[in-house]
Every structure is written in C-alpha cells, then in structure tokens.
C-alpha cells in the first residue's frame, strides 16, 4: 500500500506517527557540506552545472591534502557530515579515492563521510579492474559510512539516453 500510494501527506504522516513512537518528541539535525574534489568530468548530462572537461576554464582537481584542509575549515560549523561527490575523472587513480577518505576520516574522525554515487562506483570498478563489492569493502575500511544519491538513479532507459552519456545503467545502480 506504501509503494501504490501517491499521497504523500498521508506517508509523511505515517513516517511522523512511526518516527514519534520509536523516538518521541525528539528531533536530530545533520550538518552536512558538501566537499566536491574535482568536477573534472568525462561525461557530458544535460542535467549537470557541475561537471567541466579536462582542461576546462574552472576545471579542478584537488590534492588530498587541500581537500582536508578544506574540510577541517567547516568543522567550526558543528559538522555532522562531509558529502563528496565528483566528475568521472579520466586520470585519477583509483587509489586517490580510498586514500581520500582516509586522510579526511583521520582529520575528521566524529564526521560522517557520505560519499561517491553509483556512477562513480561504476567508474571505479572501470579504472581499478576491481567489482564493486571489492571497491566498496575498501571505501568502506577507509571510512565511508553511506553512499550519496545521484547518477543512475532515472530508471527509464528511454529517458536516461536523452539526459546522460555515460554508462551506468539501472542494473549497475541496484548492484
């Protein structure tokens, strides 16, 4: 009945009724920032603002070293969270990405990373030669606590091949 329904007042009250019984009249926020490496970006959907081509007027790609400096910057904000997300990059390495997590985790440790959406985890299977499952046991280890929407998640192939150009299908996304 969740999944037929369209009314959404009435499944916002439902989760209100389930989120009061399991924790009361007790509300959590989330600080969450947003740190975005590179937007350096191979592909080319006519959704995104964000992404630029290798070589690009405001191309970026940042050292790992900038980007926790960047992060540690936030931390006066009370941050709860670092949401990361990025371009396809054609030249980083596969390594840069864990290694990544690493140093901001370290720097970091009581902030939650919310990293990589489906289509990068799709890109990192292509430039590490790793599946999925290897690249998320590593991600994970290196701190990643839950991935970030994005990417692969329009499931109508007949409307994703006129919005996207990369690979990633539905099939990927779920996996």
């Not at 440790?109 to 985890?121: D, G, N």
């Amino acid at each position: 009945a969740l999944y037929e329904s369209d009314d959404l007042a009435w499944l916002g009250g439902l989760a209100h009724e389930v989120r009061t019984r399991q924790n009361g009249d007790v509300v959590y926020f989330n600080v969450n920032r947003h740190l975005n490496m590179t937007n350096v970006c191979t592909a080319s959907c006519a959704y995104c603002s964000f992404q630029r081509k290798p070589g690009e007027k405001d191309a970026y790609t940042m050292r790992i070293e900038e980007a926790v400096r960047l992060a540690k910057a936030m931390e006066g904000e009370h941050l709860t969270e670092l949401h990361i997300v990025n371009g396809l990059h054609p030249n980083l390495p596969w390594r840069y990405y864990p290694r990544s997590l690493r140093e901001l985790k370290k720097a970091l440790p009581h902030v939650s990373l919310k990293a990589f959406t489906a289509t990068e985890i799709h890109h990192f299977e292509t430039i590490s030669g790793l599946d999925a499952g290897e690249i998320l046991d590593e991600l994970i280890d290196a701190g990643l606590e839950s991935l970030t929407g994005g990417g692969a998640e329009i499931f109508d192939w007949e409307v994703r091949q006129h919005i996207v150009d990369h690979n990633t299908h539905w099939e990927d996304w779920s996996r």
